[in-house]
């Protein structure tokens, strides 16, 4: 029997859906304006096993947009916060959080048992570690990004370097947000992407495959690239 918490989800993921939900382990790497709310999401659907990862502590100018920041917790470890708030939100989800960065070294031990990862960082070179090391493991990766208005998330399929594409600069270190800041709503939005993408791929059922999705919230438009 499911818990009564799933009893809305019931319509859109079946029960069978459900309890394989409930055997999942996704890796959300960055527990900021992306991370937080990924987490959220995948954790109120029933995804059973997350693990966290996230070197940082908040501070004041997390403030705008980061789910699991508050005034609170300022100066306080956000996986440590990505913790206590799925403990409180559902308690049925086993959640690992791991205050560290994401290297070469460590990310084949940080993937073990995950079905997904999904991309929640905010430089380009640790994006390209992450990438790489899904292709090794053979793990799908989700990838998100914004920058003020804009947002864009696809599905990097192992062996799909689709990062190298959407980031040509080999040398680039940051993307949009740093050029244009970060607002909530936008982080909310990528993060429903990459959320939505993730239950996809553990279910089995159709996604975004080869393609850059590319949300405009200023003008309310959304487009979808083909990558090469």
């Not at 989700?142 to 062996?159: D, R, T």
């Not at 909530?184 to 553990?202: D, I, N, P, S």
């Amino acid at each position: 029997m499911q818990p009564g918490r799933y009893l809305r989800n019931a319509l859109a993921i079946n029960p069978d859906e459900q309890e394989r939900l409930a055997q999942c382990r996704a890796l959300v790497v960055g527990c900021g304006g992306l991370g937080g709310f990924v987490l959220e999401y995948l954790g109120r659907l029933g995804v059973g096993d997350l693990r966290a990862v996230d070197p940082d502590t908040f501070s004041e100018g997390n403030l705008n947009r980061q789910l699991l920041s508050s005034s609170l917790n300022l100066g306080r470890p956000k996986a440590l916060a990505a913790v206590q708030r799925m403990q409180a939100v559902n308690p049925l989800a086993h959640i690992e959080g791991v205050q560290a960065f994401l290297t070469e070294e460590n990310a084949a031990q940080l993937l073990e048992g995950c079905q997904v990862a999904l991309d929640c960082l905010d430089n380009i070179p640790a994006r390209r570690t992450l990438q790489k090391a899904c292709a090794l493991a053979w793990v799908p990766l989700v990838h998100g990004a914004l920058g003020g208005w804009l947002g864009q998330a696809c599905v990097i399929l192992p062996g799909e370097n689709l990062l190298d594409m959407i980031y040509p600069d080999a040398g680039a270190e940051h993307g949009e947000e740093y050029e244009q800041g970060a607002l909530a709503f936008t982080a909310g939005m990528v993060a429903a992407v990459q959320a939505a993408e993730a239950v996809k791929l553990l279910l089995g059922k159709p996604g975004l495959r080869g393609e850059l999705l590319v949300l405009d919230l200023l003008n309310g438009s959304f487009e979808r690239l083909r990558l090469a």
